[in-house]
């Protein structure tokens, strides 16, 4: 974040930025007593790491919300019907917060030829920024695949990383 200029730690002291580190939720018991009901660990780490956002939304007044990597917490989840919930979870408590929200996520598989990965079907929108080998030369493309209630370009589109931020060439094509 220093390329860009931003100095987070005085950004912390300000106020307008906050930082929630989902690493110590692992050191949390395997079950804990929350009033009558009996959690396991994974839920209360989830629900957790909601409490901990929503607070730090609260705190700063967040206009934004980045949750990066989310493959470290939904892979906590082996059975697929535990990790869609826990997903839907998590994204129905950013929603509550009012502010725009993204979700990191590795693809598990690159090139145009991928596997759709859970949390595309349950997020708003999808966009892929990813490398792809075009000729001989490798160029980093970026793709909208999905944006719900509104119109996308669906092609991809080189775009470059720099001091002021990601430049997206919308007018070239890689294709």
Known sequence: ?????????????????????ASPIRSIPGEVK????????????????????????KATNAQRVVVDPIAS?????PDIVQRRNALLDMIEALVET???????????????EREIQIEEFITHGVILMQTLQVGRTLVRVIQVEKMREAPVDMQPHPYKISETGIEVFAKESVF
């Open 73 to 77: 917490l939904v892979f906590q989840y």
């Open 34 to 57: 929350i009033g009558k009901m009996t959690i396991g660990k994974r839920e209360f780490s989830m629900l957790s790491l909601i409490e901990g956002i929503k607070a730090a939304v």
């Open 1 to 21: 974040m220093a390329n860009f200029g931003w100095n987070l730690t005085q950004l912390e002291k300000e106020n307008k930025f906050a930082f929630v580190d």
């Open 98 to 112: 009012g502010a725009t929200c993204i979700l990191n996520s590795e693809l598990r598989a690159a090139g145009m």
